[in-house]
């Protein structure tokens, strides 16, 4: 459906802005209407990493006045295979900094917002309300129930991606013409149950097509040109180069934006999501070594098992020596367990500690009292006892 421009559009474009705009304003559609509305726009992407790179970057292109960025988060070399609008001179650098000077570098004639904080219940409201548009990039689930639960208690509509390997989601959610997140996803997943990017991998041109969705529709929201994806989930599979587009619904009975809401503040999203089950945070109590300590009774030669429950592809980049590969899935449905002794301890690793652990409470579950996990997991190897290993 087609809706009103979101903006109201600028007093005039300057002579400089119609030289750089012109091939808008010769897009009936857009024009110099259009393009004003740009220009008055402000707009606050939610993290400058894979998907927040290929949005700002066209954002900025696009002439949208005011774009604000989100993100307390450091540019490291693995981000440097999607995340384009940094480079090798920013590794270490804030990325809300390196997006802003890339940014500039595109476009000169805006103006750019950083809010280099972590994104809270505490601070989401004051930071929200500063702009028309939010568009969310993030990759946990807490963030995007917390963006979610904010944009319907301030009315503002917001641009939702998501991406994983080869595949990527996009939506716009505006609880005033359509559904909400929550209307889509009720629930988070399980902890642990739905792997990051960190944790799966991504495709890194990925993050261009459903950044460029998310580009599209903004402009779209700002200007009131074309059908928004408002009530429409696009869902895009690289590997098979096809687009399907399903409908989403507004949930009558949603807690936050249904006929009889519950939900009328911000609440605790960590303890919503459960980033770590209770289960998982239980088992590990006195049952968690450190890497050094790995180390140790590697080398006092301690019979142990060492397991590892990442996935066979990041098996191959980066292990610890000596150890076997049982990815966490194995564990969980059981299927494994007769391949773990009876007769001696279990020590279990993943990535950074969090898949070990929820793997840990389901052997404590099946009676290895003895099993413990690594803190910080192969992470933790790399940086307490081998610092030549790569990282990922």
Same mark, same amino acid.
């Given at each position: 459906?087609?809706?009103?421009?979101?903006?109201?559009?600028?007093?005039?474009?300057?002579?400089?802005?119609?030289?750089?705009?012109?091939?808008?304003?010769?897009?009936? $559609?857009?024009?110099?209407?259009?393009?004003?509305?740009?220009?008055?726009?402000?707009?606050?992407?939610?993290?400058?990493?894979?998907?927040?790179?290929?949005?700002?970057?066209?954002?900025?292109?696009?002439?949208?006045?005011?774009?604000?960025?989100?993100?307390? $988060?450091?540019?490291?070399?693995?981000?440097?295979?999607?995340?384009?609008?940094?480079? %090798?001179?920013?590794?270490?650098?804030?990325?809300?900094?390196?997006?802003?000077?890339?940014?500039?570098?595109?476009?000169?004639?805006?103006?750019?917002?950083?809010?280099?904080?972590?994104?809270?219940?505490?601070?989401?409201?004051?930071?929200?309300?500063?702009?028309?548009?939010?568009?969310?990039?993030?990759?946990?689930?807490?963030?995007?129930?917390?963006?979610?639960?904010?944009?319907?208690?301030?009315?503002?509509?917001?641009?939702?991606?998501?991406?994983?390997?080869?595949?990527?989601?996009?939506?716009?959610?505006?609880?005033?013409?359509?559904?909400?997140?929550?209307?889509?996803?009720?629930?988070?997943?399980?902890?642990?149950?739905?792997?990051?990017?960190?944790?799966?991998?991504?495709?890194?041109?990925?993050?261009?097509?459903?950044?460029?969705? %998310?580009?599209?529709?903004?402009?779209?929201?700002?200007?009131?040109?074309?059908?928004?994806?408002?009530?429409?989930?696009?869902?895009?599979?690289?590997?098979?180069?096809?687009?399907?587009?399903?409908?989403?619904? !507004?949930?009558?009975?949603?807690?936050?934006?249904?006929?009889?809401?519950?939900?009328?503040?911000?609440? @605790?999203?960590?303890?919503?999501?459960?980033?770590?089950?209770?289960?998982?945070?239980?088992?590990? !109590?006195?049952?968690?070594?450190?890497?050094?300590?790995?180390?140790?009774?590697?080398?006092?030669? $301690? @019979?142990?098992?060492?397991?590892?429950?990442?996935?066979?592809?990041?098996?191959?980049?980066?292990?610890?020596?000596?150890?076997?590969?049982?990815?966490?899935?194995?564990?969980?449905?059981?299927?494994?367990?007769?391949?773990?002794? %009876? @007769?001696?301890?279990?020590?279990?690793?993943? !990535?950074?500690?969090?898949?070990?652990?929820?793997?840990?409470?389901?052997? !404590?579950?099946?009676?290895?009292? @003895?099993?413990?996990?690594?803190?910080?997991?192969?992470?933790?190897?790399?940086?307490?006892?081998?610092?030549?290993?790569?990282?990922?």
């Amino acid at each position: 459906m087609s809706l009103p421009p979101l903006v109201e559009p600028a007093a005039e474009l300057t002579r400089e802005e119609v030289m750089r705009y012109s091939r808008h304003l010769i897009i009936p $559609d857009v024009a110099t209407a259009g393009q004003k509305r740009l220009k008055n726009a402000k707009v606050l992407a939610v993290g400058a990493g894979g998907l927040g790179a290929p949005t700002l970057m066209y954002l900025a292109a696009a002439g949208v006045g005011t774009l604000g960025i989100v993100d307390f $988060d450091v540019v490291d070399e693995s981000n440097l295979q999607r995340q384009v609008i940094h480079g %090798q001179s920013d590794i270490g650098r804030p990325k809300a900094e390196s997006a802003r000077d890339s940014v500039r570098e595109i476009n000169p004639l805006i103006q750019v917002n950083l809010h280099q904080e972590r994104l809270d219940s505490s601070n989401v409201m004051e930071i929200f309300a500063q702009y028309d548009l939010i568009v969310d990039g993030t990759d946990n689930f807490a963030t995007r129930y917390l963006v979610n639960d904010a944009c319907v208690l301030l009315g503002k509509p917001y641009v939702w991606g998501s991406i994983y390997r080869f595949d990527g989601q996009a939506s716009v959610f505006w609880a005033e013409h359509g559904p909400c997140y929550r209307c889509l996803y009720p629930e988070p997943p399980p902890p642990g149950m739905v792997p990051s990017c960190a944790e799966g991998g991504v495709l890194g041109v990925l993050c261009a097509s459903i950044g460029a969705i %998310q580009t599209t529709e903004a402009i779209k929201l700002l200007t009131g040109i074309g059908d928004p994806l408002v009530g429409s989930l696009m869902v895009y599979d690289a590997l098979e180069m096809e687009y399907r587009k399903i409908k989403v619904r !507004k949930d009558p009975e949603c807690p936050l934006c249904g006929k009889n809401p519950t939900i009328t503040e911000l609440i @605790d999203y960590e303890a919503f999501c459960g980033v770590v089950s209770e289960e998982a945070v239980e088992a590990a !109590k006195g049952s968690t070594i450190t890497a050094r300590e790995l180390k140790a009774k590697i080398d006092a030669g $301690d @019979d142990f098992l060492l397991v590892d429950v990442r996935e066979p592809a990041e098996y191959e980049i980066i292990k610890i020596p000596g150890s076997v590969l049982i990815p966490k899935g194995d564990i969980l449905n059981g299927s494994a367990l007769a391949q773990l002794p %009876q @007769d001696k301890p279990v020590v279990l690793y993943c !990535k950074s500690g969090v898949r070990s652990a929820e793997a840990l409470a389901a052997l !404590k579950d099946a009676g290895f009292a @003895d099993a413990t996990h690594v803190q910080g997991g192969v992470l933790g190897w790399q940086a307490q006892v081998d610092r030549s290993l790569p990282t990922y």
